[in-house]
């Protein structure tokens, strides 16, 4: 007789007539026995019940869970755990990404009660993976061990990388630490790997030769010369360009030479300076048109050969242009900034300045153009940005405050905040919500009575009823924020 069949029996007669016969195959079966033989049979028939839905007997019983390290790092208060579980029932992702910021910024550890919320939060934000995981503490990796959808979140990156299966961004990490390391290795890998990737994913991959480029790469790149795509082809030519006593890097110099000269003009008869002069019918050979360089300007008001001079300005670097036409690199750039067509062709000064992390450039520029892009700013020091914010609050405060707002959680300047916010109050609109929640994070707590200013103000205008909304919305957030750097330490 089966050991379902038993089990029927039993309950048929009633357990205290007679209780199932357990054969000696299943002793897990026998480890369920109580004193009681209601409780032993309604065991033992559970568990057979699970075996006979999974198909195979249970040999083995093992209930044993292994410990939770002990904690060594101390947790957030009481406090403020209160302040987490009521930004985790309202789903409040600004002020989650803020409070575990300042939990790992302490070095503190979120309470045991709450880990299995956020364990659960992260696996559908992975963005916030590290700095969750650091601050769940050692109750978050035991919990790991216990849940194979959290368990993922602790397993270590593989060192092996599986070409076929994994990412573009993996195999571009791989191969740039190799560019570091081995160059040589690096490229061996390369000229292995790309025959099979599309064009697409060869311009990702071959980005990382950019890399302290030499003599040594240069048979290699050049081999790529004859690739389909002419992107790939461009990116080579960039490359080779940067070489010292490559072809390529000649053969724009001599093109360079061509197109443009230098001379020298009094100045108030007194002093003088030097003037560029462009070429109106310079004729240049058509391999450099292989390159990627356009032969024919779009612009009625610009030369063609200015237009060969500021693309190859992007292939060569203000450095080596300058040293060529032996000029000083400021006296070079006030040469391209004072020509009528430079406004056309600012974008490509622009993306130069940051290829080449020119900062001597990027601070004239963001001086001297109309409307300089805010990007310029990520190539300076933060000594140098800071003396820029306040000008360009006052003229781009929405692309500022989105700069600002990328680095961290630093408060802004005073001053900085107030035009930003004087901005918004008359352009409520031109952002969503969730920008003005981020916004408040990073204003500092002298902001707050002008935000309740903002509150007192009558005006039935629709767009100032939203833009106050928001105010209060900023003063909360405000005011949650001090009540987390407030807590325990």
Known sequence: ??????????????????????????????????????????????????????????????????????????????????????????????????FIEICNQKNLVVQSYLVPAILNKTQD?????????????????????????????????????????????????????????????????????????????R??????????????????????????????????????AQIEGTATQQMLLTTLMQVVSVKEERHLLISKKKVLHFQKDAQIPESVFSLGIEK????????????????????????????????EEDEFLQGLLKRPSFKR????????????????????????????????????SEQDKQGFYLSISETHPIELANFLMKEGYREMKYEVAVNILDFLSKNPHRVQAQFYRKLALHLPLRTLSRLQSFQHMENQNHSFSYFKNQVNEMIRVIETKQLILSGKK
């Open 1 to 98: 007789m089966s050991h379902i069949q038993e089990m029927l029996k039993s309950a048929l007669l009633g357990t205290d007539k007679y209780m199932p016969a357990i054969d000696s195959d299943l002793p897990v079966l026998q480890k369920l026995s109580t004193e009681e033989k209601e409780s032993t049979f309604l065991r033992q028939a559970n568990l057979l019940f699970l075996m006979d839905e999974a198909g195979q007997p249970l040999r083995k019983l093992e209930t044993g869970i292994p410990p939770c390290f002990e904690e060594k790092r101390q947790e957030v208060s009481d406090q403020d755990m209160q302040q987490l579980n009521t930004i985790l029932t309202t789903g409040d992702e600004v002020m989650f990404e803020y």
């Open 125 to 201: 934000h992975p963005k916030t993976l590290a700095p969750v995981i650091k601050a769940c503490g050692e109750a978050g990796r035991w919990l790991g061990t216990l849940n194979k959808h959290w368990e993922v979140l602790y397993k270590p990156a593989e060192t092996e990388i599986d070409w076929e299966l994994g990412s573009l961004e993996t195999r571009k990490k791989h191969l740039l630490e190799q560019r570091k390391t081995s160059p040589l290795e690096a490229i061996k890998i390369l000229e292995k790997i790309l025959p099979e990737e599309n064009a697409a994913n």
């Open 345 to 380: 062709l600012q974008d490509l000064v622009v993306s130069t300045v940051r290829k080449f992390n020119h900062i001597l450039w990027a601070k004239r520029l963001l001086v001297e153009m109309e409307n300089a892009p805010i990007e310029l700013l990520e190539i300076l």
């Open 203 to 240: 311009l990702e991959l071959l980005d990382i030769m950019r890399l302290n480029p030499t003599r040594n790469d240069e048979i290699f790149l050049l081999s790529l010369q004859k690739d389909k795509s002419q992107k790939v082809k461009y990116l080579v030519s960039e490359i080779l």
């Open 296 to 327: 024919i300007s779009t612009f009625k008001d610009v030369l063609d050969s200015e237009l060969w001079c500021f693309q190859i300005l992007s292939f060569l670097g203000p450095a080596r242009v300058s040293a060529a036409l032996q000029m």
